[in-house]
């Protein structure tokens, strides 16, 4: 989970996460430099709970950057994605970790998701592709075909494919190469809410 001046939304991000059930996990949150009370908010989680992690980076590096960071830290076979304004839908990591164990063709797993607006509100439900097939095609050929921030994915195979690029959508970036050597899947269940940064297309 990468962090950068969240004070007003990390506390419900770490909630959703801290709340899964049915799934062993540890949360490793990177504190990208924050300049605001971020820093403090983590540190009362992390001295609270022994699930949390905290890795400080010294400066402002981005959120390829933080994310990497976070995977390099991770000690589990999956890592999942989380950020600090979204939340996490109950049972989302335990299903998709479900899904991976059983489906071990597939490396990737998002889910579909609501957006929200800064009030968390729900204004709309994004249903993305579910079909490696459907979701490599529009990948490959520049549609952003899935929940990026809402992946779960085999730790080896995104550090072989080089973890996220420090672009402006890393989310599509790692995906896109993801894609080229692994297959990616997605439950069509919304167990993400996020607030889109760019307008999001139904893509099917």
Known sequence: L???NVQST???ALASILLQENCDFEVIVVDDC???QTPHILSRYAQSDSRVKIVRLLQNSGEGVARNTGIAEATGVYVAAQDGDDISLPYRLALQSQF???TTEIDWVSTWGYTINNKYQIQGLLKTPIQ??????HLVNGKMSIVG???MANREAVLKCGGYRQ???PDYALARHFVC???????PYPLYAFQPVLPHKQVS
Do not use: E, G, T
Request: aromatic residues 4%.
């Open 2 to 4: 990468p962090a950068f």
């Open 10 to 12: 990390i506390n419900l």
């Open 34 to 36: 924050s300049s605001d």
């Open 100 to 102: 991976l164990d059983r």
């Open 132 to 137: 490696p097939n459907n979701i490599k095609s």
């Open 149 to 151: 921030a809402s992946m």
């Open 167 to 169: 672009v402006i959508n």
């Open 181 to 187: 050597s692994h297959q990616l899947s997605a439950l």
